[in-house]
């Protein structure tokens, strides 16, 4: 069974940095591509960063770019996203995606093709 757990949210000053870590089990990151997704208060989710098996990165939000990076310890099984210089708007629920096993793995850009999501962690951002 695959399953998808996230830590690491809270609340943060804006120009702070968070680490989320999301614990994966069921699957391994030879064949998946893993990635977070993000939802405001009254707003779409929105894809922030995925990573396939190649060590393909694709930015889903040019407002992250310079500030997130996304990366994976395959000894432990896990996806980190490295948050600095937090933004008020990037206040978030953010959740660990991901999908597989795909014979060449590939990052979607719509959240509905993630066939796995985690419950999500609240990331809150002061000004």
């Known amino acids: 069974e695959v399953q998808l757990v996230e830590f690491g949210g809270g609340l943060v000053q804006a120009g702070g940095s968070l680490r989320l870590s999301c614990a994966a089990s069921?699957?391994?990151?030879?064949?998946?591509?893993i990635g977070w997704f993000r939802q405001a208060p009254g707003k779409e989710r929105e894809g922030v960063l995925c990573?396939?098996?190649?060590?393909?990165?694709?930015y889903y939000a040019d407002s992250v770019k310079g500030r997130f990076t996304i990366s994976t310890d395959n000894a432990k099984n896990t996806v980190y996203l490295q948050m600095n210089s937090l933004k008020p708007e990037d206040t978030a629920v953010y959740y660990c995606?991901?999908?597989?096993?795909?014979?060449?793995?590939?990052?979607?850009?719509?959240?509905?093709?993630?066939?796995?999501w985690g419950q999500g962690t609240q990331v809150t951002v002061s000004s």
């Open positions: 069921g699957f391994t990151f030879d064949d998946y591509a």
């Open positions: 990573i396939s098996s190649s060590d393909d990165i694709t």
């Open positions: 995606v991901a999908d597989g096993p795909q014979e060449h793995p590939s990052c979607f850009w719509s959240p509905y093709d993630y066939s796995y």
